[in-house]
């Protein structure tokens, strides 16, 4: 690819991001160049990847045809504001922060420009990434697969309309946790009958991720998938007959209301 790639923010998520460009070799290092408060996490990305740093945010402005603002939701605003008058005329911003809008991205910026909003989540380390995206009007077809190569350098990625951008959280961007927390919930009940500890990590994240993998790759319904290996009067109907009293199903859905209607409150 024949862009530069800045990141103003070099902490987890930049750092994953940057590890997939690298990694597949969408970018050369000098075509990447990181930005941060502190030289803490700018050190390990110059180390790691062997990419530009800068403790200057208007460096990476004026080096960069794409621009991810990678900080903390609540400095977006002062961000923007320091380098709105230095970044380039034809620059693709990207953001990755819940509640962030379009809309307050070109308001801040106060100009007619490319905007990209997205919604990775932390498997992106390890080359596992979910990323949800949605282009403002001024993004071409080209800018969009630009996009798309970044993101699916690390993951998968769904073009998703902005006014659903704020279910992503939920769905995607935050289900990790309680995915870590079945998994967790897994080897506890493992642990009381007899497992050890680290056997019942392993056996529960490799449970965790083949049925994933059976979902995506089989694409059957996953209710078919659970009914394949649920016997009559066996072991597996009982445990989802107990999931079931348990409210596990109407639980996960609550969850992932209270997730949504916090991304509605910092959209506001
Ligand atoms: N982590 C997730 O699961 C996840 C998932 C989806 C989206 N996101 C979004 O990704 C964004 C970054 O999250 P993260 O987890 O990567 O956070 P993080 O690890 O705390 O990194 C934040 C980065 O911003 C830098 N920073 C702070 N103030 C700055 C400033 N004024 N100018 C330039 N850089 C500044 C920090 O500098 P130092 O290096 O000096 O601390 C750090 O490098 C957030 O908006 C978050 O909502 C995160």
Redesign the pocket.
């Known amino acids: 690819m024949n862009k530069n790639i800045g990141f ?7 750092q994953a991001i940057i590890g997939g460009i690298i990694k597949s070799k969408l970018v050369t290092p000098k075509q990447v160049m990181a ?4 030289n ?3 050190n390990v990305a110059k180390e790691s990847f062997g990419i530009e740093v800068s403790n200057n ?1 208007l460096d990476v402005a004026r080096f960069s045809d794409i621009l991810i603002l ?4 609540n ?1 977006y605003g ?2 923007i504001e320091e380098v709105k008058e230095t970044i380039k005329d034809d620059v693709i911003i990207v953001t ?3 509640g962030i809008t379009i809309d307050f991205v070109e308001k801040a910026f106060g100009r007619n420009l490319k905007v990209v909003r997205t ?4 498997p992106a380390l390890v080359g596992e990434g979910m990323t949800a995206i949605t282009p403002n009007k001024l993004v071409s077809k080209e800018d969009e697969e630009v996009i798309l190569d970044i993101f699916q350098s690390f993951g998968k990625t769904e073009i998703i309309e902005e006014k659903l951008m704020n279910v992503i959280p939920a769905i995607s ?1 935050s289900s990790p946790a309680y995915v870590y927390m079945f998994i967790e919930a897994l080897a506890d009940g493992g642990v009381l009958q007899g497992i050890p500890r680290n056997k019942a990590y392993k056996l529960a994240a490799q449970a965790v991720l083949g049925a994933a993998k059976m979902v995506l790759e089989t694409g059957m319904h996953p209710g078919a998938l659970k009914d394949n290996v649920c016997s009559p009067g066996g072991t597996t109907i009982e445990a989802v007959a107990t999931l079931e009293e348990k409210g596990f199903r109407s639980a996960v859905i609550s969850a992932m209301n209270s997730c949504t209607d916090k991304a509605n409150e910092m959209s506001k």
Do not use: D, E, F, Y
Request: aromatic share 0%.
């Open positions: 103003i923010g070099c902490g987890n998520m930049a930005s941060a408060a502190t803490r996490n700018l945010n990678a900080v903390k939701p400095m002062s961000v990755i922060a819940a919604m990775p989540n932390t961007g």
